[in-house]
């Protein structure tokens, strides 16, 4: 994260080099955690919770600006309110279904793998799934 952090304050190629340093370190993470899987679901769920409040803000501040842009005429209008209402829903289908669903993958994972011990279950990745 410190790499991408220190990014923003300089100026290319030093960026793209902290972006590389950035990338590399992120992947090895990955390849390291493939090798040791740690499956912990209030993690992920808390980090996806996370991405999906960006990306319904991000909605909504498009939806802002484009409002903006043509001066909110009645025709924008009539589009916004039920974008606006896509995103509410979107969020709160979400945070009140999605979040409880993903909560519950341990006990998914302990019926479908009934055999093992907690530390032996394949992180829920589906290419470690798919041939099961």
């Known amino acids: 994260m410190a790499l991408w952090t220190a990014s923003i304050l300089l100026h290319p190629p030093l960026t793209y080099i902290l972006w590389a340093a950035g990338l590399a370190t992120e992947v090895a993470t990955t390849l390291y955690h493939r090798a040791h899987p740690v499956l912990e679901i209030s993690h992920l769920v808390e980090r996806f919770g996370l991405f999906v409040i960006i990306v319904l803000g991000e909605g909504v501040a498009q939806l802002v600006t484009a409002l903006a842009t043509v001066h909110s005429t009645p025709h924008a209008m009539v589009t916004a309110i039920p974008a606006f ?46 041939g099961s």
Request: charged content about 20%; aromatic content about 16%.
């Open 85 to 130: 209402a896509v995103l509410a829903a979107l969020w709160w289908v979400y945070f009140d279904y999605g979040s409880a669903v993903a909560a519950s993958a341990p006990e998914w994972c302990a019926t479908r793998f009934p055999g093992l011990r907690d530390d032996q279950r394949p992180a829920l990745d589906p290419g470690r799934l798919a």
